[in-house]
Structures are given as C-alpha cells and as structure tokens.
C-alpha cells in the first residue's frame, strides 16, 4: 500500500520530541522519578511485540506492524476505515507507537510539547505520568514507563485521542507482563 502521510505539526513534534528524548540520555533532571505505584518497564523488546496481533483489531488497526527505527525504534500500522480505497492509497497519518529507552525521556518529550507551543494535557493514564496533544483530528499520547518513554500518534476516524490512549494502554500492560 502506498502512503500519502498528511504532514500534521504533531507528527513533527513527535518525532523531535523522540529525538530530543533520545539526546537527553541519563539525565532525568527533576521530577524524572516515576511514582511508587509505577514500577520502571523493560523497553528492550521489539516495538511491534508491545501491541499483540490478535489485539489489533479491536484496537482499531490492521495489522501486522512495520517496525522502523528512525528516530527511534518504533512500529507503524494503518489504522481500520482510514486507508485502503481501490488503488491502495491512505491519506492518514499511520498510527506509530515510538519507545525511548532511556530514562528521563518522558520529561525531555513533555519539555519539547510545551516549547513547539501544542496545547498540551497533562493527565495520568495506568498511574503513570501522561501527556496528550491534538491537532487536525491527529493526537499524540506520551507516557512514562520509568524507564523512557512510549508515546502514540495516531489519527482514527474517530476520537483519535480516545484511540491512542488504549494502544499506549496496551502497549504499558504488554512491557510489563516481560
């Protein structure tokens, strides 16, 4: 299938919020800590494993996942009633989980939200730090696993947002049944 990505500022802040988190290495920086009740996930495993097959559907996404490694290890998958069409075109943004392993990731990502000037919100999602971010029916969620960082860009037909909190719900219960 070819894709036609719509080139959302979103997107883009994603991605160099991964980067930035990617540079940022070790230092966590004040409240880097995770809280109590969320113990640090091991981000070692293929990013495409965080998201089972037989749950993709009901998740909203065809599958399998391509997994990518620029900027970080990621996986990417269509997203059901978005794609297709009779020559195989897709105008959406694929839905990509992306994982930064390293810690203080999450709070270099929040810091690179808050300065691209995105409308963000902080919330907690599995009791873990959360931020989300929507903009032109594309949303970014950004969680802390306490070890780095999993965050979804996804763009579904519908309550994109609602969408990408159950993929990076899915992906936090996965990395932490390893």
């Known amino acids: 299938m070819i894709h036609f990505v719509h080139r959302s500022p979103l997107v883009g802040l994603a991605l160099a919020a991964v980067s930035l988190s990617l540079l940022a290495g070790c230092s966590g920086g004040p409240g880097a800590a995770t809280p109590a009740a969320a113990p640090a996930l091991d981000l070692s495993a293929p990013p ?3 998201v089972p097959e037989g749950e993709l559907a009901g998740l909203g996404l065809t ?9 970080a290890p990621s996986c990417r ?10 020559a195989g075109f897709s ?3 694929p839905t990509t989980l992306l994982v930064a392993a390293q810690p203080g990731a999450f709070d270099a990502g929040l810091t690179q939200m808050r300065t691209q000037g995105s409308a963000v919100t902080e919330e907690t999602l599995d009791g873990r730090r959360a931020a989300v971010s929507q903009t032109e029916g594309v949303c ?5 696993a306490g070890s780095g960082m999993l965050s979804v860009v996804g763009s579904a037909p519908s309550d994109p947002c609602g969408a990408a909190r159950k993929i990076v719900s899915t992906a936090l219960r996965t990395a932490g049944a390893a």
């Open 48 to 50: 495409c494993s965080y």
């Open 63 to 71: 599958g399998p996942g391509t997994a990518t490694g620029e900027p």
């Open 77 to 86: 998958w269509d997203t059901v009633g978005t794609g297709g069409g009779t």
């Open 91 to 93: 105008f959406s943004v």
């Open 140 to 144: 970014l969620v950004v969680v802390d």
